[in-house]
Protein backbone atom coordinates (compact mmCIF):
# COMPACT_ATOMS: atom_id res chain seq x y z
CA UNK A 1 0.00 0.00 0.00
CA UNK A 2 1.07 3.58 -0.77
CA UNK A 3 2.00 5.73 2.11
CA UNK A 4 -0.09 8.80 2.67
CA UNK A 5 2.55 11.19 1.07
CA UNK A 6 2.12 9.00 -1.97
CA UNK A 7 -1.46 9.25 -2.17
CA UNK A 8 -3.81 11.37 -4.29
CA UNK A 9 -5.11 14.60 -2.27
CA UNK A 10 -7.76 16.86 -3.24
CA UNK A 11 -6.71 20.37 -3.41
CA UNK A 12 -9.08 23.07 -4.67
CA UNK A 13 -12.96 23.26 -5.39
CA UNK A 14 -13.76 25.22 -8.24
CA UNK A 15 -17.56 26.40 -7.88
CA UNK A 16 -19.25 28.28 -10.25
CA UNK A 17 -21.64 26.76 -12.30
CA UNK A 18 -25.39 26.31 -11.89
CA UNK A 19 -25.83 22.91 -13.34
CA UNK A 20 -23.81 19.33 -13.56
CA UNK A 21 -20.74 18.96 -15.40
CA UNK A 22 -20.34 17.68 -18.69
CA UNK A 23 -16.43 17.92 -19.75
CA UNK A 24 -13.31 19.58 -19.04
CA UNK A 25 -9.69 19.64 -19.88
CA UNK A 26 -6.81 21.17 -19.18
CA UNK A 27 -4.37 23.65 -20.98
CA UNK A 28 -1.40 22.31 -22.51
CA UNK A 29 0.73 24.50 -19.67
CA UNK A 30 -1.39 23.41 -16.80
CA UNK A 31 -2.41 26.53 -15.92
CA UNK A 32 -5.78 26.68 -16.80
CA UNK A 33 -8.69 24.32 -16.65
CA UNK A 34 -11.68 24.63 -18.72
CA UNK A 35 -15.12 23.30 -18.26
CA UNK A 36 -18.28 22.44 -20.00
CA UNK A 37 -21.73 22.30 -18.16
CA UNK A 38 -25.07 21.41 -18.76
CA UNK A 39 -25.88 25.52 -17.87
CA UNK A 40 -25.15 25.56 -21.46
CA UNK A 41 -22.17 28.02 -19.99
CA UNK A 42 -18.09 27.04 -20.63
CA UNK A 43 -15.99 28.56 -17.85
CA UNK A 44 -12.01 28.96 -17.96
CA UNK A 45 -10.17 28.76 -14.42
CA UNK A 46 -7.50 29.99 -13.31
CA UNK A 47 -4.87 28.40 -11.01
CA UNK A 48 -3.53 31.53 -10.04
CA UNK A 49 -4.29 33.12 -6.34
CA UNK A 50 -7.10 35.47 -6.55
CA UNK A 51 -7.46 35.23 -10.44
CA UNK A 52 -10.79 35.78 -12.53
CA UNK A 53 -13.24 32.82 -13.92
CA UNK A 54 -14.24 33.62 -17.07
CA UNK A 55 -17.86 32.45 -18.29
CA UNK A 56 -18.47 32.05 -21.96
CA UNK A 57 -21.70 32.64 -22.91
CA UNK A 58 -23.25 31.53 -26.65
CA UNK A 59 -24.19 27.68 -26.74
CA UNK A 60 -28.13 27.58 -26.80
CA UNK A 61 -28.36 24.16 -24.84
CA UNK A 62 -26.33 22.06 -22.77
CA UNK A 63 -22.38 22.23 -23.40
CA UNK A 64 -21.72 18.42 -23.99
CA UNK A 65 -17.98 18.45 -24.16
CA UNK A 66 -14.66 20.69 -24.24
CA UNK A 67 -11.05 20.35 -25.17
CA UNK A 68 -8.05 22.65 -25.47
CA UNK A 69 -6.04 22.46 -28.73
CA UNK A 70 -2.57 20.91 -28.41
CA UNK A 71 -0.94 24.36 -28.68
CA UNK A 72 -3.61 26.01 -26.04
CA UNK A 73 -4.76 28.97 -28.65
CA UNK A 74 -8.34 27.69 -29.84
CA UNK A 75 -10.61 26.02 -27.24
CA UNK A 76 -13.40 23.75 -29.10
CA UNK A 77 -16.72 23.16 -27.31
CA UNK A 78 -19.54 21.10 -28.43
CA UNK A 79 -23.40 21.18 -27.97
CA UNK A 80 -27.00 19.84 -28.04
CA UNK A 81 -27.49 22.90 -29.92
CA UNK A 82 -25.92 21.09 -32.79
CA UNK A 83 -23.41 23.42 -32.99
CA UNK A 84 -19.50 23.30 -32.35
CA UNK A 85 -17.79 26.37 -31.92
CA UNK A 86 -13.85 27.10 -31.78
CA UNK A 87 -13.20 29.82 -28.96
CA UNK A 88 -10.19 31.91 -28.45
CA UNK A 89 -9.93 31.26 -24.53
CA UNK A 90 -9.03 34.67 -23.06
CA UNK A 91 -11.23 37.81 -21.96
CA UNK A 92 -12.27 38.66 -25.45
CA UNK A 93 -13.51 35.32 -26.41
CA UNK A 94 -14.17 35.48 -30.35
CA UNK A 95 -15.62 32.66 -31.54
CA UNK A 96 -15.90 30.53 -35.30
CA UNK A 97 -19.19 28.22 -34.99
CA UNK A 98 -19.32 25.32 -37.40
CA UNK A 99 -22.87 23.79 -37.95
CA UNK A 100 -22.77 20.29 -40.06
CA UNK A 101 -24.50 17.98 -37.39
CA UNK A 102 -28.34 17.46 -37.84
CA UNK A 103 -28.69 16.49 -33.88
CA UNK A 104 -26.89 17.26 -30.31
CA UNK A 105 -22.90 16.98 -31.23
CA UNK A 106 -21.85 15.15 -27.93
CA UNK A 107 -17.79 15.43 -28.22
CA UNK A 108 -15.51 17.25 -29.83
CA UNK A 109 -11.26 16.51 -30.03
CA UNK A 110 -8.16 17.83 -31.94
CA UNK A 111 -5.56 15.82 -33.26
CA UNK A 112 -2.31 15.69 -31.56
CA UNK A 113 -0.91 18.05 -34.41
CA UNK A 114 -3.79 20.08 -33.88
CA UNK A 115 -4.42 20.24 -37.37
CA UNK A 116 -7.83 18.66 -37.57
CA UNK A 117 -10.98 19.29 -35.41
CA UNK A 118 -13.25 15.44 -34.68
CA UNK A 119 -16.69 15.65 -33.88
CA UNK A 120 -19.16 12.73 -33.11
CA UNK A 121 -23.49 13.33 -32.94
CA UNK A 122 -26.47 11.92 -32.36
CA UNK A 123 -27.01 11.64 -36.03
CA UNK A 124 -25.06 8.94 -35.61
CA UNK A 125 -22.11 10.50 -37.68
CA UNK A 126 -18.41 11.82 -36.65
CA UNK A 127 -17.21 14.64 -38.82
CA UNK A 128 -13.94 15.60 -39.31
CA UNK A 129 -13.17 19.44 -39.95
CA UNK A 130 -9.68 21.22 -41.18
CA UNK A 131 -8.58 24.03 -38.55
CA UNK A 132 -6.04 25.33 -40.84
CA UNK A 133 -8.92 26.06 -43.55
CA UNK A 134 -11.67 26.20 -40.95
CA UNK A 135 -13.68 23.89 -43.13
CA UNK A 136 -15.69 20.50 -43.26
CA UNK A 137 -13.58 17.65 -44.76
CA UNK A 138 -15.24 14.37 -44.18
CA UNK A 139 -18.41 12.26 -42.25
CA UNK A 140 -17.85 8.79 -40.94
CA UNK A 141 -20.99 7.03 -41.53
CA UNK A 142 -21.28 3.06 -40.13
CA UNK A 143 -23.07 3.53 -36.71
CA UNK A 144 -26.31 2.97 -36.06
CA UNK A 145 -27.64 4.56 -33.24
CA UNK A 146 -25.97 8.18 -31.32
CA UNK A 147 -22.84 7.95 -31.65
CA UNK A 148 -20.74 9.45 -27.68
CA UNK A 149 -17.69 9.68 -28.41
CA UNK A 150 -14.46 10.14 -31.40
CA UNK A 151 -10.88 10.02 -30.49
CA UNK A 152 -7.83 10.55 -32.42
CA UNK A 153 -5.05 8.14 -31.94
CA UNK A 154 -1.58 10.13 -31.02
CA UNK A 155 0.01 9.15 -34.21
CA UNK A 156 -3.61 11.28 -36.29
CA UNK A 157 -3.73 7.97 -38.54
CA UNK A 158 -6.66 6.23 -36.46
CA UNK A 159 -9.89 7.35 -35.29
CA UNK A 160 -11.79 5.61 -31.94
CA UNK A 161 -15.50 6.00 -31.45
CA UNK A 162 -18.21 4.57 -29.60
CA UNK A 163 -21.96 4.20 -30.07
CA UNK A 164 -25.08 3.42 -28.56
CA UNK A 165 -25.58 0.35 -31.07
CA UNK A 166 -22.81 -0.94 -28.83
CA UNK A 167 -19.95 -0.81 -30.84
CA UNK A 168 -16.44 0.58 -30.82
CA UNK A 169 -15.12 1.31 -33.75
CA UNK A 170 -11.51 2.15 -35.32
CA UNK A 171 -11.17 4.18 -38.54
CA UNK A 172 -8.78 4.55 -41.14
CA UNK A 173 -8.07 8.22 -41.54
CA UNK A 174 -6.05 7.91 -44.77
CA UNK A 175 -9.19 5.67 -46.68
CA UNK A 176 -12.23 6.82 -44.30
CA UNK A 177 -12.68 3.62 -43.94
CA UNK A 178 -13.92 1.09 -40.28
CA UNK A 179 -10.91 -0.86 -40.23
CA UNK A 180 -11.86 -2.71 -36.90
CA UNK A 181 -15.26 -3.24 -34.71
CA UNK A 182 -15.53 -4.23 -31.46
CA UNK A 183 -19.23 -5.28 -29.92
CA UNK A 184 -20.28 -5.60 -26.58
CA UNK A 185 -23.55 -7.32 -26.37
CA UNK A 186 -24.34 -6.09 -22.66
CA UNK A 187 -24.33 -2.16 -23.01
CA UNK A 188 -22.51 0.33 -24.82
CA UNK A 189 -19.58 2.85 -24.04
CA UNK A 190 -20.02 5.85 -22.83
CA UNK A 191 -16.68 6.89 -23.72
CA UNK A 192 -13.27 5.60 -25.73
CA UNK A 193 -10.06 6.81 -26.01
CA UNK A 194 -6.46 5.30 -26.93
CA UNK A 195 -3.43 4.99 -24.69
CA UNK A 196 -0.79 7.85 -24.97
CA UNK A 197 1.55 5.11 -27.10
CA UNK A 198 -1.79 4.49 -29.85
CA UNK A 199 -1.22 0.50 -29.02
CA UNK A 200 -4.79 0.50 -26.77
CA UNK A 201 -8.02 1.68 -26.18
CA UNK A 202 -10.54 1.83 -23.29
CA UNK A 203 -13.94 2.08 -22.82
CA UNK A 204 -16.41 3.14 -19.95
CA UNK A 205 -19.16 1.43 -20.34
CA UNK A 206 -22.92 2.34 -18.82
CA UNK A 207 -22.61 -1.37 -17.99
CA UNK A 208 -20.24 -0.18 -14.55
CA UNK A 209 -17.08 -2.17 -16.83
CA UNK A 210 -14.17 -0.60 -18.27
CA UNK A 211 -11.66 -2.40 -20.72
CA UNK A 212 -8.90 -2.30 -22.23
CA UNK A 213 -8.15 -3.60 -25.74
CA UNK A 214 -4.80 -4.10 -27.52
CA UNK A 215 -5.98 -2.79 -31.02
CA UNK A 216 -2.68 -4.39 -32.65
CA UNK A 217 -4.07 -7.66 -31.84
CA UNK A 218 -7.50 -7.13 -31.43
CA UNK A 219 -7.83 -8.88 -27.84
CA UNK A 220 -9.46 -7.55 -25.02
CA UNK A 221 -6.43 -7.40 -22.48
CA UNK A 222 -8.60 -6.44 -18.80
CA UNK A 223 -11.83 -6.46 -17.94
CA UNK A 224 -12.19 -4.42 -14.76
CA UNK A 225 -15.65 -4.10 -12.60
CA UNK A 226 -14.96 -1.72 -10.04
CA UNK A 227 -18.04 0.49 -9.54
CA UNK A 228 -21.56 0.19 -8.71
CA UNK A 229 -22.63 2.38 -11.22
CA UNK A 230 -22.41 3.20 -14.87
CA UNK A 231 -19.03 4.66 -16.02
CA UNK A 232 -18.95 8.10 -17.55
CA UNK A 233 -15.20 8.71 -18.35
CA UNK A 234 -11.82 7.75 -18.67
CA UNK A 235 -8.36 9.17 -18.62
CA UNK A 236 -4.82 7.75 -19.19
CA UNK A 237 -2.16 9.09 -17.56
CA UNK A 238 0.35 10.26 -19.54
CA UNK A 239 2.83 7.53 -18.36
CA UNK A 240 -0.08 4.79 -20.03
CA UNK A 241 0.49 3.32 -16.45
CA UNK A 242 -2.82 4.21 -14.79
CA UNK A 243 -6.21 4.64 -15.51
CA UNK A 244 -8.61 6.68 -13.89
CA UNK A 245 -12.57 6.33 -13.92
CA UNK A 246 -15.29 8.54 -12.52
CA UNK A 247 -18.56 6.85 -12.24
CA UNK A 248 -22.45 7.60 -11.23
CA UNK A 249 -22.06 5.58 -8.08
CA UNK A 250 -20.27 9.29 -7.42
CA UNK A 251 -16.55 7.60 -6.90
CA UNK A 252 -13.43 8.31 -9.07
CA UNK A 253 -11.24 5.11 -9.25
CA UNK A 254 -7.74 4.53 -10.04
CA UNK A 255 -6.53 1.96 -11.85
CA UNK A 256 -2.56 0.49 -12.12
CA UNK A 257 -3.13 -1.07 -15.68
CA UNK A 258 0.87 -2.81 -15.46
CA UNK A 259 -0.37 -4.49 -11.92
CA UNK A 260 -3.80 -5.05 -13.06
CA UNK A 261 -5.63 -4.21 -9.78
CA UNK A 262 -7.67 -1.13 -8.73
CA UNK A 263 -5.66 0.90 -5.53
CA UNK A 264 -7.28 3.77 -5.39
CA UNK A 265 -11.16 4.80 -4.70
CA UNK A 266 -11.78 8.53 -4.59
CA UNK A 267 -14.78 10.23 -2.69
CA UNK A 268 -15.66 13.97 -3.18
CA UNK A 269 -18.55 14.54 -5.04
CA UNK A 270 -21.99 14.50 -4.13
CA UNK A 271 -23.56 12.73 -7.02
CA UNK A 272 -22.83 11.43 -10.25
CA UNK A 273 -19.33 12.26 -11.84
CA UNK A 274 -19.67 12.45 -15.27
CA UNK A 275 -16.24 13.40 -16.21
CA UNK A 276 -12.28 13.43 -15.43
CA UNK A 277 -8.73 13.98 -16.92
CA UNK A 278 -5.45 14.10 -16.02
CA UNK A 279 -3.24 17.80 -16.74
CA UNK A 280 -0.51 17.30 -19.75
CA UNK A 281 2.11 16.44 -17.15
CA UNK A 282 0.19 14.03 -14.78
CA UNK A 283 0.69 16.11 -12.06
CA UNK A 284 -2.67 17.24 -11.16
CA UNK A 285 -6.17 15.82 -12.53
CA UNK A 286 -9.66 16.97 -12.02
CA UNK A 287 -13.34 15.93 -12.13
CA UNK A 288 -16.74 17.25 -12.28
CA UNK A 289 -20.25 16.23 -11.63
CA UNK A 290 -23.76 16.65 -10.93
CA UNK A 291 -23.08 18.17 -7.75
CA UNK A 292 -21.39 21.36 -9.94
CA UNK A 293 -18.00 21.54 -8.50
CA UNK A 294 -15.09 20.96 -9.78
CA UNK A 295 -12.48 19.50 -7.70
CA UNK A 296 -8.67 19.56 -8.41
CA UNK A 297 -6.40 16.72 -7.42
CA UNK A 298 -2.75 16.32 -7.07
CA UNK A 299 -1.58 12.77 -8.20
CA UNK A 300 1.28 12.27 -5.93
CA UNK A 301 2.03 8.54 -6.76
CA UNK A 302 3.48 8.75 -9.88
CA UNK A 303 5.16 11.95 -10.26
CA UNK A 304 7.44 12.06 -12.87
CA UNK A 305 8.21 14.27 -16.10
CA UNK A 306 6.34 12.26 -19.45
CA UNK A 307 8.35 14.48 -21.79
CA UNK A 308 10.63 12.02 -22.75
CA UNK A 309 8.57 8.72 -22.45
CA UNK A 310 6.07 10.63 -24.58
CA UNK A 311 8.85 10.95 -27.38
CA UNK A 312 9.65 7.74 -27.17
CA UNK A 313 6.06 6.62 -27.42
CA UNK A 314 5.82 8.70 -30.69
CA UNK A 315 8.47 6.73 -32.19
CA UNK A 316 6.41 3.48 -32.23
CA UNK A 317 3.20 4.66 -33.25
CA UNK A 318 2.45 2.03 -35.73
CA UNK A 319 0.89 -1.09 -35.61
CA UNK A 320 4.32 -2.83 -36.31
CA UNK A 321 5.80 -1.94 -33.61
CA UNK A 322 7.87 -4.28 -31.16
CA UNK A 323 6.42 -4.33 -27.82
CA UNK A 324 7.42 -2.21 -25.40
CA UNK A 325 7.28 -2.46 -21.61
CA UNK A 326 4.74 -0.04 -21.44
CA UNK A 327 2.48 -2.17 -23.61
CA UNK A 328 2.74 -5.19 -21.70
CA UNK A 329 -0.57 -5.90 -19.91
CA UNK A 330 -2.44 -8.62 -18.52
CA UNK A 331 -3.49 -11.22 -21.34
CA UNK A 332 -6.99 -12.47 -20.56
CA UNK A 333 -10.46 -10.62 -19.04
CA UNK A 334 -9.63 -9.43 -15.56
CA UNK A 335 -12.92 -9.26 -13.56
CA UNK A 336 -12.00 -7.47 -10.66
CA UNK A 337 -12.71 -8.73 -7.08
CA UNK A 338 -12.02 -6.42 -4.30
CA UNK A 339 -9.38 -8.78 -2.66
CA UNK A 340 -6.36 -6.53 -2.42
CA UNK A 341 -5.69 -3.67 -0.44
CA UNK A 342 -6.98 0.05 -2.07
CA UNK A 343 -7.16 2.70 -0.34
CA UNK A 344 -10.16 4.85 -0.19
CA UNK A 345 -9.74 8.68 -0.12
CA UNK A 346 -12.70 10.65 1.35
CA UNK A 347 -11.82 14.54 1.46
CA UNK A 348 -14.59 15.49 3.20
CA UNK A 349 -13.20 13.69 6.09
CA UNK A 350 -9.64 13.89 5.88
CA UNK A 351 -9.11 17.53 4.55
CA UNK A 352 -9.32 20.49 7.00
CA UNK A 353 -7.88 23.43 5.63
CA UNK A 354 -9.42 22.60 1.99
CA UNK A 355 -8.97 25.93 -0.48
CA UNK A 356 -12.28 26.38 -1.74
CA UNK A 357 -12.61 28.64 -5.07
CA UNK A 358 -15.20 30.75 -5.91
CA UNK A 359 -13.08 33.51 -8.04
CA UNK A 360 -14.93 36.65 -9.18
CA UNK A 361 -16.48 35.32 -12.64
CA UNK A 362 -16.90 37.62 -15.66
CA UNK A 363 -19.34 36.88 -18.26
CA UNK A 364 -18.11 37.11 -22.15
CA UNK A 365 -21.46 37.09 -24.30
CA UNK A 366 -21.66 37.03 -27.71
CA UNK A 367 -23.57 37.80 -31.00
CA UNK A 368 -25.55 35.62 -33.37
CA UNK A 369 -23.89 35.22 -36.49
CA UNK A 370 -23.50 33.62 -40.26
CA UNK A 371 -21.75 29.87 -40.01
CA UNK A 372 -19.34 27.73 -41.35
CA UNK A 373 -21.19 24.75 -42.65
CA UNK A 374 -20.06 21.48 -44.49
CA UNK A 375 -20.03 23.29 -47.84
CA UNK A 376 -17.79 26.25 -46.84
CA UNK A 377 -14.13 26.68 -45.81
CA UNK A 378 -11.64 29.33 -45.42
CA UNK A 379 -7.94 29.92 -45.04
CA UNK A 380 -7.09 30.43 -41.23
CA UNK A 381 -3.52 31.85 -40.03
CA UNK A 382 -1.79 30.24 -37.64
CA UNK A 383 -0.86 32.84 -35.19
CA UNK A 384 -3.57 33.85 -32.09
CA UNK A 385 -3.24 37.51 -33.02
CA UNK A 386 -3.71 37.20 -36.23
CA UNK A 387 -6.81 35.25 -35.33
CA UNK A 388 -8.31 37.61 -33.74
CA UNK A 389 -8.72 40.32 -36.50
CA UNK A 390 -9.26 37.11 -39.23
CA UNK A 391 -12.51 36.31 -37.01
CA UNK A 392 -13.68 40.05 -37.42
CA UNK A 393 -11.95 40.91 -40.64
CA UNK A 394 -14.65 40.26 -43.59
CA UNK A 395 -12.50 41.46 -46.25
CA UNK A 396 -9.86 38.37 -45.86
CA UNK A 397 -12.91 36.19 -46.91
CA UNK A 398 -13.45 34.55 -49.99
CA UNK A 399 -17.13 35.40 -51.37
CA UNK A 400 -17.96 31.49 -50.72
CA UNK A 401 -16.85 31.32 -47.42
CA UNK A 402 -18.88 32.25 -44.32
CA UNK A 403 -16.90 31.77 -40.84
CA UNK A 404 -18.94 33.31 -37.86
CA UNK A 405 -18.14 36.84 -37.02
CA UNK A 406 -18.66 37.39 -33.16
CA UNK A 407 -17.54 39.42 -30.78
CA UNK A 408 -17.99 39.45 -26.90
CA UNK A 409 -19.67 42.61 -25.07
CA UNK A 410 -16.45 43.90 -22.49
CA UNK A 411 -15.06 47.10 -21.95
CA UNK A 412 -12.63 46.50 -24.98
CA UNK A 413 -14.80 47.44 -27.95
CA UNK A 414 -11.80 48.36 -30.26
CA UNK A 415 -11.52 45.70 -32.39
CA UNK A 416 -15.49 46.17 -33.69
CA UNK A 417 -15.48 47.90 -37.24
CA UNK A 418 -17.22 50.71 -37.67
CA UNK A 419 -19.65 52.46 -39.75
CA UNK A 420 -17.27 54.35 -41.73
CA UNK A 421 -15.52 50.97 -42.35
CA UNK A 422 -18.71 48.90 -43.41
CA UNK A 423 -18.08 48.38 -47.12
CA UNK A 424 -20.73 46.33 -47.46
CA UNK A 425 -24.49 47.78 -47.94
CA UNK A 426 -26.83 46.67 -45.16
CA UNK A 427 -29.22 44.85 -48.23
CA UNK A 428 -26.67 42.88 -49.75
CA UNK A 429 -25.81 41.85 -45.85
CA UNK A 430 -29.63 40.71 -45.58
CA UNK A 431 -29.26 39.17 -48.69
CA UNK A 432 -26.55 37.30 -47.73
CA UNK A 433 -27.47 36.22 -44.48
CA UNK A 434 -30.66 34.58 -46.52
CA UNK A 435 -28.55 32.55 -48.58
CA UNK A 436 -26.32 31.09 -45.66
CA UNK A 437 -29.63 29.96 -43.82
CA UNK A 438 -30.81 28.34 -47.08
CA UNK A 439 -27.51 26.92 -47.16
CA UNK A 440 -27.90 25.96 -43.69
CA UNK A 441 -31.33 23.77 -44.79
CA UNK A 442 -29.26 22.46 -48.22
CA UNK A 443 -26.59 21.17 -45.86
CA UNK A 444 -29.04 19.03 -43.42
CA UNK A 445 -30.27 17.42 -46.54
CA UNK A 446 -28.10 16.55 -48.06
CA UNK A 447 -26.26 15.31 -44.64
CA UNK A 448 -29.57 12.98 -44.11
CA UNK A 449 -29.39 11.98 -47.86
CA UNK A 450 -26.09 11.21 -47.14
CA UNK A 451 -27.09 8.71 -44.67
CA UNK A 452 -29.89 7.17 -46.10
CA UNK A 453 -27.65 6.67 -49.00
CA UNK A 454 -24.95 4.67 -46.83
CA UNK A 455 -27.81 2.38 -44.82
CA UNK A 456 -29.00 1.71 -48.58
CA UNK A 457 -25.76 0.46 -49.57
CA UNK A 458 -25.07 -1.69 -46.05
CA UNK A 459 -28.91 -3.21 -47.05
CA UNK A 460 -27.47 -3.94 -50.95
CA UNK A 461 -24.50 -5.21 -50.00
CA UNK A 462 -26.12 -7.38 -47.31
CA UNK A 463 -28.66 -8.89 -50.45
CA UNK A 464 -25.80 -9.50 -52.67
CA UNK A 465 -24.05 -11.76 -49.74
CA UNK A 466 -27.40 -13.21 -48.91
CA UNK A 467 -28.43 -13.97 -53.06
CA UNK A 468 -24.43 -15.14 -53.37
CA UNK A 469 -25.19 -17.74 -50.53
CA UNK A 470 -28.32 -19.08 -51.97
CA UNK A 471 -26.63 -19.37 -55.28
CA UNK A 472 -23.64 -21.42 -54.01
CA UNK A 473 -26.28 -23.61 -51.94
CA UNK A 474 -28.30 -24.36 -55.10
CA UNK A 475 -24.78 -25.15 -56.85
CA UNK A 476 -23.63 -27.85 -54.12
CA UNK A 477 -27.02 -29.59 -54.28
CA UNK A 478 -27.24 -29.53 -58.16
Known amino acids: MASATEDPVLERYFKGHKAALASLDFSSNGKQLATASWDTFLML????????????????????????????????SASRDRTVRLWI?????????FKAHTAPVRSVDFSAD???LATASEDKSIKVWSMYRQCFLYSLYRHTHWVRC?????????????????????????????????SDFIGFANFVDFNPSGTCIASAGSDQTVKVWDIRV????????????????????????????????????????????LIYT????????????????????ASGGADTQVLLWRTNFDELHCKGLNKRNLKRLHFDSPPHLLDIYPRTPHPHEEKVETVEIN??????????????????????????????????????????????????????????????????????????????????????????????????????????????????KDCLENQQKLFSAVQQKS
Open 218 to 261: NKLLQHYQVHSGGVNCISFHPSGNYLITASSDGTLKILDLLEGR
Open 45 to 76: WNFKPHARAYRYVGHKDVVTSVQFSPHGNLLA
Open 266 to 285: LQGHMGPVFTVSFSKGGELF
Open 150 to 182: AKFSPDGRLIVSCSEDKTIKIWDTTNKQCVNNF
Open 347 to 460: PKLEVIDLQISTPPVVDILSFDSTTTTETSGRTLPDKGEEVYGYFLNPSLLSPECSPTTTKKKTEDMSDLPSESQRSIPLAVTDALEHIMEQLNVLTQTVSILEQRLTLTEDKL
Open 114 to 116: GQF
Open 89 to 97: PDKRGKFSE
